[in-house]
């Protein structure tokens, strides 16, 4: 390249964009070196956790100071380690919980160890003398936590002694699911097996019971306590409140500094390839599906604006919702902190031991606080109760909370009564009109409530007809009480999305989880389709995606779509549309079999019921077995244990030889991935 001639004599070299990305490529290459091989060399003693599985929270890297769990024991001076594996925050919660409760009434230290923190390895070091606990959930079917997974793969493949190991274990679970906390029996075995000692029986909690977790929890946290008093030599303390957080007013805090609403991303290495990052998107679309007896709602949802807010067909959308405002006024006014509700507020852990829950943002304020971040709407524990009872200023109140908070006596309350926090604080003072809470500690108000959660519900648009809009089905949740059927508590956040007005600024925050519950790559394979109510959600996606594909010429094999719902006037989801596929485009491809349960005279009608029926039962034969194709089953556990039992009887009676073991033939199914659910509850 030629050289020219600057004003200062200089010769003026003009150089490519090629040239200068090169240089600078070397110079970047060459102080890197010298960083960290060479002359200018600094030892990071956390370097190689970037690149292991560190936790993010508020945006920023939260790097743990050791990954080996006895040397943190050792810096925290803990007594005890408990190790939590949780999805939605239910095990995590009641980690924190029972350190913060041992240390309040036996004055022992705990560890809180979240298990992708710490080298699975370093568990064979805790000392006999230290017990380690164990609180594991259950995903999916039988599937450990995103934070548990790297300890799920270890213990698994683990050939070395656990002799000193001390260990209780608590698992939740919900029994309606086929591998009930599977999680906690594979780890607790291969415990045993390698030579640990289980110091109390294994707990197990079961989620399909109103309110047996949380009763399980402090059954089982009595037997912890007894324990641990005879085994570390521990006298009971004499009851009192010790915050575990600290909250202080900051008047100094400008409005931009604070957290308003946005919920927190606090994603895993794992976890951020199992879903998106947290975003607000605009409602543009909402009708009512069904009738008012059983109400359900589409609601469409614009992402075009949001190049990295992608979903695949199958996938979930995570909604977070807001609580309703009446409940946020009646909480504000019965702790008379109305005035005070936007005032800016700094919360920290009190004990750098125990951090705060990444989902409870600071700076913030009480009214941010009480609508987005934390769970007002949901029933509280039977240990609030009995924690609100040595708060009360009045005998009356004392003696009311306190004949509440027995298991029978508080358990009958919920059934018949619609509670939560702010509503039990106003039933308490009705035993002394006189009584107030404004004394009550706004830290003792944050660890009562349960940091606010997303809802997930199956994406029922398709990725190739609307790849620019996520649709979602949702049926609106309204629970009649016992006592007054006609009295119906509406659900957190299908109540919120059915009562949106859908304006031009309306918007929610939203991230799409990823799920395995996808189309088979190779389009002609025959389908079965199972689902029922708002299980159509994903079905309808996988139909219109056919259909789409067979419209361009594409080979698509036939469909056999089984549909369950009380009454075909009634709550027949997408009946119009779908029946218009399977007269347009899935001709002679889409058969849809339907199981109206509310309208048979003698009896009931179920999809299990319709897939046992001769000629159906040898169809679905003929496509699972003959044609090699997939069963996808949506809905509730109930219906898809019935319905996949059903298939199973099917097939052992048409199948023929080939199908020697039924069981088996399923498990092969899903092994392949030709057997998909997409369940709940």
């Known amino acids: 390249m030629d050289a020219a001639v600057s004003t200062l004599g200089w010769p003026t070299i003009y150089v490519g964009y090629a040239d200068t990305l090169l240089t600078l490529t070397l110079l970047f290459a060459v102080g890197y070196w ?222 931009i500094d604070l957290h308003l609403g946005q919920p927190i991303n606090r994603s895993t290495t794992r976890s951020m390839a199992a879903s998106s990052d947290i975003t607000e998107v605009r409602v543009v679309h909402s009708h009512v599906l069904a009738s008012p007896s059983k109400p359900c709602i589409h609601v469409d949802l614009d992402i075009s604006h949001i190049p990295r807010f992608k979903y695949r067909t199958g996938d979930h959308l995570s909604v977070y919702a807001t609580n309703a405002a009446a409940e946020v006024q009646r909480l504000l006014a019965v702790l008379n902190l109305q005035a005070k509700k936007d005032e800016p507020l700094l919360i920290s852990p009190i004990s750098s031991s125990q951090p705060m829950e990444h989902s409870i943002p600071s700076p913030t304020t009480l009214n941010a606080l009480l609508t987005s971040y934390l769970d007002i709407s949901g029933t509280v524990s039977r240990n609030t109760v009995q924690d609100l009872s040595y708060f009360a200023r009045s005998a009356a109140v004392k003696s009311y909370l306190s004949a509440l908070s027995t298991k029978t006596a508080w358990h009958n309350f919920v059934l018949d009564n619609h509670i939560n926090f702010g509503r039990l604080l106003e039933l308490a003072n009705r035993a002394d009109p006189h009584h107030s809470w404004h004394h009550l500690p706004t830290s003792f108000v944050i660890e009562s409530l349960r940091p606010m959660a997303p809802r997930h519900y199956s994406i029922s648009s398709s990725a190739v007809t609307s790849p620019k809009t996520v649709s979602i089905t949702v049926g609106v949740s309204n629970t009649p009480l016992r006592t007054d059927p006609n009295y119906l508590i509406p659900g957190l956040c299908s109540g919120h999305l059915s009562t949106l007005d859908v304006t031009a600024s309306t918007t929610l925050y939203a991230k799409i989880r990823r799920s395995t519950f996808k189309l088979p790559v190779a389009t002609a394979t025959p389908l079965v389709l199972i689902g029922a109510g708002t299980g159509i959600a994903p079905l309808r996606a996988f139909i219109h995606e056919r259909a789409a594909l067979a419209g361009i010429g594409r080979d698509v094999g036939p469909i056999l779509f089984f549909y369950g719902c009380r009454s075909r006037d009634e709550d027949y989801l997408y009946r119009s549309e779908i029946e218009d596929i399977a007269s347009g485009g899935l001709k002679d491809k889409l058969e849809v079999v339907t199981a109206f349960s509310r309208e048979g005279k003698d009896h009931k009608v179920y999809v299990q019921d319709r897939i046992k029926e001769a000629h159906w039962a040898a169809r679905v034969t003929t496509l699972l077995v003959e044609q090699n194709g997939a069963v996808y089953l949506c809905g509730s556990t109930l219906m898809a244990k019935s319905a996949g039992d059903a298939i199973v009887t099917a097939v052992s009676k048409y199948g023929g030889q080939s199908i020697s073991d039924p069981a088996a033939w399923r498990d092969e199914r899903r092994r392949v991935g030709k057997w998909k659910e997409d369940i709940w509850g």
């Open 34 to 255: 010298a960083r960290v091989n060479g002359p200018l060399q600094k030892h990071d003693p956390y370097f190689q956790q970037w690149f292991e599985r560190p936790q993010e929270a508020s945006g920023s890297i939260a790097v743990t100071k050791t990954r080996n769990v006895v040397q943190r024991m050792e810096e925290e001076e803990a007594e005890i380690v408990i190790f939590w594996g949780s999805q939605s925050g239910t095990a995590e919660g009641f980690a924190y919980r029972l350190a913060h409760e041992l240390h309040n009434k036996l004055k022992v230290q705990s560890l809180v160890a979240d298990l992708s923190d710490y080298d699975s390895e370093s568990i064979a070091l805790i000392p006999s003398s230290k017990p380690a606990v164990f609180i594991l959930s259950t995903y999916g079917e039988g599937d450990p936590t995103d934070n548990a997974t790297a300890f799920w793969t270890w213990i698994d493949k683990a050939d070395i002694s656990l002799g000193d190991l001390n260990y209780l274990a608590l698992g939740l679970g919900n029994s309606n699911y086929r591998y009930y906390n599977q999680v906690l029996n594979v780890v607790a075995q291969k415990l045993d097996t390698l030579g640990a000692t289980a110091l109390l029986p294994l707990m197990r909690a079961d989620d399909a019971i109103i309110n047996a977790t949380e009763e399980t929890y402090l059954d089982w946290r009595e037997a912890v306590e007894a324990l641990l008093q005879n085994r570390l030599g521990k006298e009971l303390q004499r009851r009192s409140y010790e915050p575990a957080l600290k909250v202080v007013p900051d008047n100094s805090l400008d409005i």
